[in-house]
């Protein structure tokens, strides 16, 4: 049985945050429970499971109103995709607007493309081409990837 905890703003949230607290289920404290949260949200909205694979997370926010969402974790940390040889940097703080099979607005999620680092702003999985993820920075530049590259590890869960 999990717990809703309604968290006050602190003196970390971003204005983002500080604007969508209001009314949202919050969890922190506990960074397995808040890996398990942010896991059922990737569920619930049709996204790879291992989309996110953050470590240390510390808060995990939802406010299901306004379809915002944030991940906080200790330190901002990098991971590499091995299926598709890519290395995507997180910020401490991730935040995004959720909807069925797409995040949008997205903040602190970054990638390097042809030596240069850019911002991923939106990802989404088009219902025509349901075996492949859509990567979009705020320029409009896109990149596809086969969803199966997103996977959780084997064994994980």
Known sequence: MSTIVVA???ANDSVAI????NGAETFSGDSELCKMKMR????????????LPLEDIVEVGVNRDTRFVW????QKMDH?????GKRVWYSSEVTAFVDERRMTKITG????????SVTVSEMFV??????????KTP????????ISAFDLPTGEK
């Open 8 to 10: 006050p703003v602190t």
């Open 18 to 21: 500080m604007m969508h607290r």
């Open 40 to 51: 059922e949200l990737l569920e619930g909205i049709k996204l790879p499971l291992g989309l």
């Open 71 to 74: 991940l906080k974790q200790k």
């Open 80 to 84: 590499t995709f091995k299926k598709i």
């Open 109 to 116: 999620v970054k990638t390097k493309e042809l030596l240069l």
């Open 126 to 135: 088009d219902e025509k081409e349901p075996e492949k993820i859509t990567f």
């Open 139 to 146: 320029s409009g530049l896109f990149r596809s990837f086969a």
